[in-house]
């Protein structure tokens, strides 16, 4: 026994080994029960409709820029999926038939065919291209071509992946002296055509116990990986680490950065940047202080308040500020602090001049920057709306200057991302909302001088309106939460919905690991959820991103309460508003919103009808000894000490179960076993304990559903992906419409 009387001894321990065959049995005899009592997803209309949504010939084909043709041609690849190639085309294009209405694709690998011919069940997770700046053979920024990338490729979804190098000229594998790697949680970079800088699992302790890579080794073309010199390495609690080139000397004034990282905890990290020399200067900044670079300047997310004690001048910066300083004078100051001598460091901090780019307030955070040539384009949120603002680097590469954007924040989705940031300043532009389908623009950074999108050139693509939105409204509701705090959330309904209670709403959230929920086209809940005529609700607890860093460290480890409270908050609030009432309230959430709704389940079972529990962290007392679950303890905190005592133990559903209740709400719990970032056995034990602590009593009914397939993201292909989506909200909904059976 532990605190507050919580078991824990654990009889479902054998629901650990991922793919033992009993372990294997139970997941599938449960699906079989699943099924059996709600029906085979696929047979529904549901279903239908969501797997044409994402397989529909009409989606927004993205692209990549990977240079030029001979013919100085932009060249553009897109991996795409559809009905006819489930597992997916890379394919390439022109600008100029990009921007026709019946593009032109030429396919560059066929994922379903290599999958059939090497019987392996592959998925695409991406690729690492070789920058034309550190390939002779590309022809140069101006005018080149990619003409390696390194592929990703995983077996069933998961986060490990397989790396193969893969040439663009030939459109084939390398297969003499190619760089390949089997199976691993890898992480690689260029630092030329024939040296990766890889960290990999090499054995001798080269993992660290979060399952990422400990060492960074130069690894040379030809000779074999385990051999490979060591030139980074990190403790083997820490997370992870990693090492690259930022490469800024397309912009005036810039240099060749060489970067190490040293990640200790999920937020906790140090850099080592080297320039111009042969050694590496430990950057004198916090821990938790993101690093980025642009032309001459090192730019500083401070994610805690900068004093004038740490940063060698007489500015003081807040909590979630967007800086700037010359790199140089930067890493002479770090290096000056490293070796102690006060003279070094008064005389180095003498030529630091820090320059602010964004400082938050009461109502608004930063929410990141994308970059082209010559522009920085600086998304804030102001009370979860986005706000886009355009800087542009000054002559010689000096000071930025503010030259347009948002006057006020957007109820949208805004997306910058750079056709070619080494040689100009186009960028590709998407919006969506939560009833407006994603729009693709060709943009220009040089004529963002105003406040009304005037930085279109041109509309590329648009995504067809998958649901009818028509009758639909989206309103940004405050609820208060238990401390006073006030708790943003979206809600879509029907224009003039009548408040009586009766409205099937369902409730998503989140709240972890600084992550932000905001309007995006809702394409799964439009067709399956809101067409119905129920309401969609995003709530922005604490946790997450919305408010900058101080809102997510405001509910990490003692104050996790804080995340439910506010999710707990929302929910009294429609209810409250009549929006719905208890038996016609839902909620969902994945991974760490799994956590969350697996917390509602326990700790307000009264206040739901339905509860969908995705892909979760549920067993606190051994989330760190399962996968990744280690890395998370910056978020969490640690179990094995007395964090267990002092706060774990009340927000760990599964040593929360009350066996004296007479009923739970009807719940779904979903997982799967390729997951190899969050354990299945969380979900595993969870249902299994709940079926035997309720035997003989009105619990649920509760489900359990497995996919064999799917990593982390619950499923592998678009086929998988509307079978988990329709299992799921089929299920919410007629449990709140008492059509469950």
Known sequence: ????????????????????????????EANEKCL?????????????????????DERIPHVGMMGYDEGGEMLLYNFWRDAKNPKGLWRKTTLTSYKSPNTEWTTVLDLDTLAKEEDISWVWKGYVPLPRSLDPKSGGDENGRVTRVLLQLSRGGADATYLREFDLLTESFVEEEGFSLPEGKTRARWKSRDVLLVGADVGEDSMTTSGYPRTVREWSR??????????????????????????ETHREGGALYEVQCRSITFYESTYFVKKDTNLFVKLAIAENTDVTFFGKWMILHVKADWTPEDNGTHMAFKTDSLIYVDAQSFLDFSQAKESGSKDDIKAAAEKLDYKLLFEPTATTSYAGFSETKNYLILYSLEDVKEKLQFFKLGEGGGDFVLVGGDEEGKIRSATCRAVDSKTNDLFWFTTSSYTQPSTLYLADASKGSGGNDDYITSKLKSLPAMYDSSNLE????????KDGTKVPYFIVSKKGIVLDGTTPTLLYGYGGFEISLGPHYVVTAGISWLEKGGVYVEANIRGGGEYGPSWHQSALKENRNKAYEDFIAVAQDLIERKVCDSSTLACRGGSNGGLLTGNMLVQAPDLFGAIHIAVPLLDMKRYS????????????????TNDWESFLHTYSPYHNIDSTRTNYPATLLTTSTRDDRVHPAHARKMVKKMWDMGAGKDWGPIYYYENIEGGHGGAADSKQEAFMTSLAYDFMWRALTSSLP
């Open 1 to 28: 026994m532990a605190s507050d009387g919580i078991e824990l001894d654990d009889p479902y321990l054998f629901l650990e080994e991922v793919e033992s065959p009993e372990s294997l049995a139970f997941a599938n």
């Open 36 to 56: 059996a009592a709600l029906g085979d997803p696929s047979e529904t209309q549901t279903y239908k409709r969501v797997l044409a949504a994402l397989t529909s």
């Open 222 to 247: 030809g000779t074999k990986v385990e051999d490979a010199p060591i030139v980074f390495e990190v403790e083997k609690t820490d997370v992870s680490c990693s090492h690259y080139l930022a490469d």
């Open 474 to 481: 989206v309103k940004q509701l405050f609820a208060t939460s």
């Open 625 to 640: 000894k399962l996968l990744a679950g280690a890395s998370w303890m910056g978020e969490y905190g640690d179990p094995d």
